[in-house]
């Protein structure tokens, strides 16, 4: 299986901030990457995929990039409702793997 | 509006059966593949397996195989995952959730709302 690393684990920001979550596969995933957001008592809601393809109705502040075995999404400029926990995916092979996921709180 | 509306929380004891379900609406149901993901409490994503709806083959993790089984009726737009005797390490949350997929290769882009099943004696 592949694994993914989630790092860091817990981000604590302020609203406006810009952040970073990176996401390390064991073995290349190329661009085969998606990107949740969970909140708590709700489903993970997709905000990325493909590495850098931004989901419908998710709003530009959020980013995705690399390929390969580091990807990485990028907050930009906060907001409150951001604030929650995030997981990667690997979708390049069987079976599918999520990252640990990381806690972004204030 | 595409939807996936999953069944109620279950309490069983151990050594129980169990099939929840997950019913799709707003969408070509046999378009897509379904897969379940498991939550342990306070804990990660677990992807299961999956099924296409259209003819009905699965594919599992080899974490989850044999342990459970993933079927659908196509023709009531509903998938199911099924337990023949559940443990207590079974307590988690499950998810459905609808792959986006090209060459088997799936993302989710749609979820249910998650099945709460409790096993305790």
């Known amino acids: 299986d592949i694994q993914m690393t989630q790092s860091p684990s817990t981000l604590s920001a302020s609203v406006g901030d810009r952040v970073t979550i990176t996401c390390r596969a064991s073995?290349?995933?190329?661009?085969?990457l998606a990107w949740y957001q969970q909140k708590p008592g709700k489903a993970p809601k997709l905000l990325i995929f493909?590495?850098?393809s931004l989901q419908s109705g998710v709003p530009s502040r959020f980013r995705g990039s690399g390929s390969g075995t580091e990807l990485t999404l990028t907050i930009s400029s906060l907001q409150p409702d951001d604030f929650a926990t995030y997981f990667c995916?690997?979708?390049?092979?069987?079976?599918?793997?999520f990252g640990q996921g990381t806690k972004l709180e204030i | 509006e595409v939807q996936l509306v999953q069944s109620g929380a279950e309490v069983k004891k151990p050594g129980e059966s169990l099939r929840i379900s997950c019913k799709g609406s707003g969408y070509s149901f046999t378009t897509y593949w379904i897969s379940w993901v498991r939550q342990m409490p306070e804990k990660g994503l677990e992807w299961m397996g999956r099924?296409?709806?259209?003819?009905?083959?699965?594919s599992y993790s080899p974490s989850f195989q044999g342990h459970v089984t993933i079927s659908g009726d196509k023709s009531i737009t509903t998938a199911y995952l099924q337990w023949s005797s559940l443990k207590a390490s079974d307590t988690a949350m499950y998810y459905c959730?609808?792959?986006?997929?090209?060459?088997?290769?799936?993302?989710?882009?749609?979820w249910g709302q998650g099945t709460l099943v409790t096993v305790s004696s």
């Open positions: 073995q290349t995933i190329s661009k085969w």
């Open positions: 959730a609808r792959g986006h997929c090209r060459g088997g290769s799936c993302y989710f882009d749609d």
């Open positions: 493909d590495a850098s």
């Open positions: 995916q690997q979708y390049h092979s069987h079976p599918y793997t």
């Open positions: 099924i296409d709806p259209g003819n009905s083959y699965t």
